[in-house]
C-alpha cells in the first residue's frame, strides 16, 4: 500500500546537503537512481531538480524501515526522514556535490511506484534515439544533463530579464492571436468561431507591436516571446520558438550596439563566469560575403577566401573565362598544408560544395618551389601561378580550391567549405567566443521567380538616409538600417532601425510591388499609426533557444526546450497536431475535403 506525504515536509533538495549539515535531521524526497543492496545495507541514490544524495537504510537504525526498503526499483517515488552523516574518508565520492554525506534512513515513505522505464536515466546511457528520447520527454527531462540545461535556461532568462529592468526596460506581453502579415514565412492560421470565415494567425514575430509600443510612450519595451512559423524545418528548428524581443525609441544603431553588447556580456558573466571584451567588432555585409563567404563570419580561425576573378580571365581555362564573360566571379580558398588530402577527400569537397549550387569546384595543391600539381596546371601560365600563389601566400604542402560561378554560389559554397575544413581539422580552438556585428544589408533583393524586389529583412526597416534617393531609381544598391549579430559563426539575433514616416514607409511598399490597396487591407493600422507623432525607433529580437544551446554547449536546440516538436512539426509526447471531431468543425464553419 502506498504511502501519504501528509505530515512531513520537505526541509531539502537533493543536491543541497554538504559536511556543514552533519547531525542534522532531514527530509528529502525524489525518485529512486540507483538501488544497490550491501549485504545487510541498502544504499539509493535519491534525485530531484536540485542533485542526488545517498540514502542508507540499515537494520540497526530501524529495522522495519530496512526490510520496507527492499522493495525499492528505479524510479519509484520516496520520501524519507533521517540525519545527515559524513561518509568515511574512503568513501566520499568528489563527482558529486553532496559526495562528502549520506542520510542515514529513519523513517520511508512509498509515495508511488513507477514501471520500469524504456530507456536508462542515467548521462552515460547516450545509445538512445531521439525519436524515443522525444516520446517520453517527461522522462529524459529526469536525466541530469537535460535536468541542467532547462535549469540553465530559467538562469539564463532571469540574467535576462534583471539587465534589462536595470536598463530601464518594461516588460509588455503582445497578442498571441492578431493579424496575418506578409513577415517572410508562413502563418499558423487559427479559425474564429465568433467570425466566421475569418482567421487569426499566430504571430511569427511582435514586430508590429513592439513598433506601437513605441508610438505609444512606451520608449523602451521587451519580452521573452514566442514565436511561430509554419516553415519547412531544418535539423535545428523549430515551429515555435522564444526571442528576446527589444526596442527602443529616440535611438540610433549605436545605441542598440551598445545596450546589446551590454546584455550579451552579463549574460556570459553570470553564465559561463566568462568576462567578454567589448565593443564587439563590425563588419560589413559586403565585407563579410568576400572574405568568409557568408553573412555570418566565424573568424576564430583563418582559410579566409580571396577573390582572384581578374587573374582567372588571364589563364586559359574556359569554364573560368565563360564565367567571368557571364558576369560571374572566381574565389578561391587556400588551405595550409591541406595538400595531404586524398583523391577521394577532394571529390567528397567538391560534392559538397555542389549541395550549395556549385557546379564544380577546382583544386591545385602547392609542390616545392610553388609549382602546381592540379589538372588546371597546364591552363595557367607561369606568371599567373606566381601571382595567385602570391595573392593567396600560398606555400608548399597548401591546398587551393576554386569555385567560379555567380557571386552568391560561389560565396555560398566556399563559405560552407571553409567551415567544414575549420570544423574537421581542428582549426578552430575550443572554448573560444566571437562576436561580431555585420551591418550595411542591402534592404532589398530582387527574387527571380517573383519578378520582384522582397525585403532582406523585413519591409518596415529604414533604409540609409544617404540611399533614400535610390529607391526611385536603383533600388538594389539600397542599403539598409540593419544589423546581425554572430556568434561563432551562427546568427543568435538581428535587427534594425525602423520607418517611422508614413511617406517613407508607403515608399518602401511601393518598391516591394505591395500596391496601396494591399498595404492598406494588411498594414493599415501601422500607417495610421505612423501620423500620429512616431518617434525614430529600433531594435533587435535573439533567438533564446539558439543563444542557451551556444552558452551551455548543447548540439541542438531541442536540448534546452522542455518539450520540442521532431522535424516533421509534431510533439511525440502529446500526438500534436491531431484529428479534431466533425462538430468542432461545424462550429467553425468549416469542413475537410475528402
Not at 573560444?432 to 532589398?444: A, G, H, K, Q
Not at 533564446?544 to 526546450?561: N, P, T, Y
Request: glycine share 8%; proline share 6%.
Amino acid at each position: 500500500m502506498l504511502d501519504s506525504v501528509a505530515g512531513l515536509a520537505r526541509t531539502h533538495s537533493c543536491g543541497d546537503l554538504r559536511a556543514a549539515d552533519a547531525g542534522a535531521e532531514v527530509v528529502l524526497m525524489g525518485w529512486v537512481q540507483r538501488r544497490r543492496d550491501h549485504g545487510g545495507l541498502i544504499f539509493v541514490d535519491l534525485r530531484d531538480r536540485g542533485g542526488l544524495t545517498q540514502v542508507v537504510f540499515n537494520p540497526e537504525v530501524n529495522p522495519d524501515v530496512h526490510n520496507k526498503a527492499g522493495v525499492l526499483r528505479d524510479e519509484f517515488v520516496l520520501a524519507v526522514r533521517g540525519v545527515v552523516n559524513l561518509r568515511p574518508p574512503d568513501m566520499v565520492n568528489p563527482q558529486l556535490d553532496t559526495g562528502e554525506i549520506e542520510v542515514l534512513v529513519e523513517e520511508l515513505r512509498l509515495l508511488n511506484l513507477a514501471k520500469t522505464p524504456p530507456f536508462e536515466l542515467e548521462d552515460f546511457r547516450v545509445d538512445i534515439s531521439e525519436a524515443l528520447r522525444l516520446k517520453y520527454r517527461y522522462l529524459d527531462l529526469r536525466r541530469p544533463m537535460v535536468m541542467k540545461n532547462i535549469l540553465f535556461r530559467h538562469r539564463a532568462a532571469q540574467v535576462t530579464r534583471q539587465f534589462l529592468n536595470g536598463q530601464g526596460f518594461i516588460e509588455v506581453e503582445t497578442p498571441i492571436l492578431t493579424k496575418s502579415t506578409p513577415e517572410g514565412a508562413r502563418d499558423y492560421l487559427v479559425p474564429s468561431r465568433v467570425q466566421q470565415g475569418h482567421f487569426f494567425a499566430l504571430p511569427q514575430s511582435p514586430q508590429l507591436f513592439k513598433q506601437l509600443l513605441m508610438m505609444a510612450g512606451l520608449d523602451r519595451y521587451y519580452q521573452l516571446c514566442r514565436c511561430f512559423r509554419d516553415e519547412d524545418l531544418r535539423a535545428d528548428r523549430q515551429p515555435e520558438f522564444t526571442q528576446i524581443d527589444l526596442e527602443m525609441a529616440f535611438i540610433t544603431e549605436e545605441d542598440v550596439y551598445q545596450l546589446v553588447e551590454g546584455l550579451i556580456c552579463a549574460l556570459f558573466k553570470e553564465m559561463l563566469g566568462v568576462e567578454l571584451t567589448w565593443p564587439f567588432p563590425r563588419l560589413t555585409h559586403e565585407e563579410c560575403l568576400d572574405r568568409f563567404g557568408l553573412d555570418r563570419p566565424d573568424p576564430r580561425f583563418g582559410l579566409e577566401l580571396k577573390e582572384i576573378t581578374d587573374l582567372a580571365r588571364a589563364s586559359e581555362f574556359r569554364q573560368f573565362k565563360e564565367v567571368v564573360d557571364q558576369g560571374g566571379i572566381v574565389k578561391c580558398l587556400c588551405g595550409p598544408g591541406l595538400a595531404k588530402l586524398s583523391r577521394k577527400e577532394l571529390d567528397d569537397l567538391i560534392d559538397l560544395a555542389g549541395v550549395y549550387g556549385a557546379r564544380g569546384m577546382a583544386w591545385v595543391k602547392i609542390q616545392a618551389g610553388g609549382s602546381w600539381q592540379s589538372p588546371l596546371a597546364k591552363f595557367f601560365p607561369d606568371k599567373v601561378k606566381t601571382a595567385l600563389n602570391e595573392r593567396l601566400d600560398a606555400k608548399e604542402g597548401d591546398l587551393l580550391l576554386f569555385v567560379a560561378d555567380e557571386s552568391f554560389v560561389a560565396n555560398t559554397a566556399l563559405g560552407q567549405i571553409r567551415g567544414h575544413l575549420g570544423q574537421r581539422e581542428g582549426l578552430i580552438p575550443p572554448d573560444t567566443y566571437s562576436l561580431v556585428w555585420v551591418t550595411d544589408f542591402p534592404l532589398l533583393e530582387y527574387d527571380l521567380e517573383e519578378g520582384r524586389f522582397v525585403a532582406m529583412h523585413h519591409p518596415f526597416t529604414s533604409p540609409k538616409e544617404e540611399d533614400i534617393p535610390l529607391l526611385d531609381r536603383d533600388p538594389g544598391k539600397v542599403r539598409a538600417r540593419a544589423y546581425d549579430l554572430v556568434l561563432n559563426g551562427q546568427e543568435i539575433g538581428g535587427g534594425s532601425i525602423r520607418n517611422y514616416r508614413r511617406d517613407l514607409q508607403e515608399k518602401v511598399f511601393q518598391v516591394l510591388s505591395i500596391p496601396p490597396q494591399e498595404a492598406e487591407e494588411k498594414f493599415g493600422f501601422l500607417l495610421e499609426a505612423l501620423e500620429y507623432g512616431a518617434p525614430p525607433h529600433g531594435g533587435v529580437a535573439f533567438g533564446f533557444d539558439r543563444l542557451v544551446a551556444i552558452l551551455c554547449g548543447a548540439k541542438s536546440i531541442r536540448e534546452v526546450i522542455a518539450f520540442p516538436k521532431t522535424q516533421k512539426a509534431a510533439c511525440p509526447v502529446t500526438k500534436a497536431p491531431s484529428r479534431v471531431e466533425p462538430e468542432q468543425l461545424l462550429e467553425l464553419g468549416l469542413r475537410l475535403e475528402k
